[in-house]
């Protein structure tokens, strides 16, 4: 009766470990899937209409936007809500709201800093709130600037933002420059300058770069991950 027995009781222990190993990857899988889900919600519960949220893209121009300025941060837009989810308006082509988890994905590392209006609480009233987003909606579908022209018919991401804060608000967040202030020495910098404009450089065109705005002192940090 002993080896019946001992076979029954190693054929039991084997289902158990079985079993536990089935669970522990169901269990995993669960995890993997609302992970994602549980951080954007933790993030959402800090966000505000209006907040400014910066990245470095990995888009083709990136790597010379930050040589020019010196900073990491390449891509930037505004955060509203839309439908019930936190969406990002930005930029691209053409202007457009992307999911906010969409757009976290897209920059290096899924690194982000959210920023917002040093004095939010007083400025952004409800009415001017509403002001900010129908400003900002109003430039979805404008074709992005490729050429970092101060014109409204072409936007890049810092142009939208400081013009959509600065008609809703009349706060100019970050500083205007000249083309001639950047770096545009480094070779990578040099050869989308030549992609762009040829040998005739806009030197004295109005730019606002993505760090001006992160730099601004008329901003606050308010979440990073």
């Not at 505000?48 to 837009?77: K, M, N, V, W």
């Not at 906010?100 to 400025?123: P, T, Y």
């Not at 070779?187 to 001006?212: C, D, F």
Request: proline fraction near 4%; glycine fraction near 6%; aromatic fraction near 8%.
């Amino acid at each position: 009766m002993r080896r019946p027995l001992s076979i029954a009781l190693a054929l039991l222990l084997i289902v158990a470990a079985m079993s536990a190993t089935y669970l522990q990857h169901r269990f995993s899988r669960f995890q993997r899937r609302h992970r994602g889900e549980l951080t954007i919600l933790s993030i959402s519960l800090q966000l505000r209409e209006g907040d400014l949220i910066f990245h470095t893209s990995r888009s083709a121009q990136s790597q010379a936007i930050q040589l020019a300025t010196h900073s990491p941060y390449s891509h930037c837009g505004m955060l509203l809500r839309q439908g019930g989810e936190w969406q990002v308006l930005e930029a691209v082509q053409p202007v457009r709201l992307t999911p906010l988890e969409q757009w976290i994905g897209r920059g290096r590392g899924s690194h982000f800093v959210v920023k917002r209006l040093r004095d939010a609480d007083q400025v952004l009233t409800p009415a001017t709130r509403r002001q900010l987003r129908r400003t900002g909606l109003h430039y979805q579908g404008r074709a992005y600037d490729l050429y970092f022209g101060w014109s409204d018919e072409r936007l890049y991401c810092s142009e939208l933002l400081w013009k959509t804060y600065q008609q809703a608000t009349g706060r100019k967040i970050g500083k205007l420059q000249r083309l001639r202030e950047f770096d545009l020495s480094h070779p990578t910098v040099q050869q989308k300058l030549r992609e762009r404009y040829g040998n005739h450089l806009p030197l004295n065109e109005p730019v606002i770069s993505p760090v001006a705005m992160f730099d601004s002192p008329e901003l606050v940090k308010v979440l990073q991950r």
